[in-house]
T-cell receptor, first 112, second 115 residues
C-alpha cells in the first residue's frame, strides 16, 4: 500500500491559519488523498478528500501538488476545537475492500 | 439522523473471558468497518462487512476474533478468551456505499481493558 509521511506534531496559535503537510511520494494515479482527524477520546471524523484538483469544504481546504507527491491540509482559522490528530490517508480505487490505511498522523496543538 | 452508535463505551474483561462489541451503523448505511487502535498509534483495519456478508477480513487475527453483521440488528465484533494484548480502542465505521471516494462515518469507539 502507498504510504504517507506526516510530521509527528505541529503547534499553531488560535485564529491563525494552519498548514498540515503530507508526503506521499509513491502515490499511484488512482489513489485518492483523504484526511481524517481524531479529537481526544473520540472516533475519527472525515475532513476532506481529493484526487488532483484542490478542494474546499466548510471544514478545510486541500492543496494537492501538481505531481501529487505531496498535499497540504489548510485550516483557515484554527480554533481550540481543532486540536486533534490529523491523518493523511491514501485510498486506492483498485482495492475492493475500501479500507483506510492509517499512519501515525500529526498531532495539532492550538495555543490560545 | 443519529450517528454511528457503539456500545459499550468501556468494557473491562478478565483474561480468558469473552468480549462482545456492538456497532449500529448510521441509518441507511449497509457497509460496516471495524478498526483497532493501540495507544499513540493510528487505526488498523480489521474487517469489512456488508449485511450478512464478510467482504474482507484480512486484518482480523486468525484466532479468537470474529465479526458478523446480521440482516437485523447491529454488527458484532466478538473476541473470545481475551488476553492483555487485546486491550485497545475498537472503532466501527459505516458508509452508505462501497467506494474509495466515500467517506466513512465513525462511532465513538469501545475501549476494552483486559485485566
Amino acid at each position: 500500500d502507498a504510504k504517507t509521511t506526516q510530521p509527528n506534531s505541529m503547534e499553531s496559535n488560535e485564529e491563525e491559519p494552519v498548514h498540515l503537510p503530507c508526503n506521499h511520494s509513491t502515490i499511484s494515479g488512482t489513489d485518492y488523498i483523504h484526511w481524517y482527524r481524531q479529537l481526544p477520546s473520540q472516533g475519527p471524523e472525515y475532513v476532506i478528500h481529493g484526487l488532483t484538483s484542490n478542494v474546499n469544504n466548510r471544514m478545510a481546504s486541500l492543496a494537492i501538488a501538481e505531481d501529487r507527491k505531496s498535499s497540504t491540509l489548510i485550516l483557515h482559522r484554527a480554533t481550540l476545537r481543532d486540536a486533534a490528530v490529523y491523518y493523511c490517508i491514501l485510498r486506492r480505487s483498485a482495492d475492493s475492500n475500501y479500507q483506510l490505511i492509517w499512519g501515525a498522523g500529526t498531532k495539532l496543538i492550538i495555543k490560545p | 439522523n443519529a450517528g454511528v452508535m457503539q456500545n459499550p463505551r468501556h468494557l473491562v474483561r478478565r483474561r480468558g473471558q469473552e468480549a462482545r462489541l456492538r456497532c449500529s451503523p448510521m441509518k441507511g448505511h449497509s457497509h460496516v468497518y471495524w478498526y483497532r487502535q493501540l495507544p499513540e498509534e493510528g487505526l488498523k483495519f480489521m474487517v469489512y462487512l456488508q449485511k450478512e456478508n464478510i467482504i474482507d477480513e484480512s486484518g482480523m487475527p486468525k484466532e479468537r476474533f470474529s465479526a458478523e453483521f446480521p440482516k437485523e440488528g447491529p454488527s458484532i465484533l466478538r473476541i473470545q478468551q481475551v488476553v492483555r494484548g487485546d486491550s485497545a480502542a475498537y472503532f466501527c465505521a459505516s458508509s452508505p456505499r462501497a467506494g474509495y471516494y466515500n467517506e466513512q462515518f465513525f462511532g465513538p469507539g469501545t475501549r476494552l481493558t483486559v485485566l
